[in-house]
């Protein structure tokens, strides 16, 4: 009965390798997104996505690519990875998004995120 | 630039105090700011939300105020208990609708 799961939770690859991160909710959110938190704990979006629609695409390099195929689920893919690219990923979702439906609906809700380590 | 400032980055106190733990945002056009915690190695919980709209919300022994105009949140804890050791994290949603977090404050309640 997990709201928000990640998988895989542990991910260690090669440098040059492509990846992926896989998320789904099962809240009937419309909105997901994904976070990056790097080795000083700093956390800084990335994405988001509302109805399969980005909305939030941040300075990201474009080897990482967001698919969303449907409103529950939404996967990050990451070419050619990198040193840099070891962090923890998070995933979350939010029952809508922008300022319409109160304070309620735009409370995220987290994955247990996923802790990528580039070799 | 909106940039989102957490002082102290980690703070100690003995178990029953009360405490405030303190954001700090340089733009005050946003929609919105949101209290979190992260314990380690787990996500984020969602503790507050408050939107620009308002000034404070409450949920049990938390509580969470927002004054706009002088870019400033609090995040109130009661009668600490060692369960709220944890990392807490301040979010605001800017009017562009990017969120920014900040860099945390390590909460440490002493039994």
């Known amino acids: 009965d997990t709201a928000v799961s990640q998988t895989p939770k542990y991910l260690v690859t090669q440098m040059g390798n492509d990846k992926s991160i896989k998320c789904e909710q099962n809240?009937?959110?419309?909105?997901m997104y994904w976070y990056k938190q790097d080795s000083k704990k700093f956390l800084k979006i990335m994405f988001s996505?509302?109805?399969?629609?980005?909305?939030i695409n941040e300075t990201v390099p474009n080897r990482f690519s967001p698919k969303s195929p449907d409103k529950a689920h939404l996967n990050l893919h990451i070419n050619s990875l990198e040193l840099g690219d070891s962090a923890v990923y998070f995933c979350?979702?939010?029952?809508?998004?922008?300022?319409?439906?109160?304070?309620?609906?735009?409370?995220?809700?987290f994955g247990p995120g996923t802790r990528l380590l580039v070799l | 630039k909106q940039e989102v400032t957490q002082i102290p980055a980690a703070l100690s106190v003995p178990e029953g105090e009360n405490l405030v733990l303190n954001c700090s945002f340089t733009?005050?056009?946003?929609?919105?700011l949101q209290w979190f915690r992260q314990d380690p190695g787990k996500g984020l919980t969602s503790l507050l939300l408050?939107?620009?709209?308002?000034r404070e919300q409450t949920s049990g022994r938390l509580n969470a105020s927002l004054d706009k105009s002088s870019g400033r949140s609090t995040l109130y804890i009661a009668a600490s208990q060692p369960g709220d050791s944890a990392t807490y994290l301040c979010?605001?949603?800017?009017?562009?609708?990017?969120?920014?977090f900040g860099k945390g404050t390590r909460l440490h309640i002493l039994p």
């Open positions: 979350a979702s939010s029952q809508a998004y922008g300022t319409s439906g109160g304070a309620w609906s735009e409370t995220q809700y």
């Open positions: 809240l009937g959110h419309d909105t």
């Open positions: 996505y509302n109805n399969k629609e980005l909305i």
């Open positions: 733009d005050s056009a946003i929609y919105n």
């Open positions: 408050i939107q620009s709209s308002q």
């Open positions: 979010a605001v949603r800017r009017r562009d609708d990017k969120i920014i």
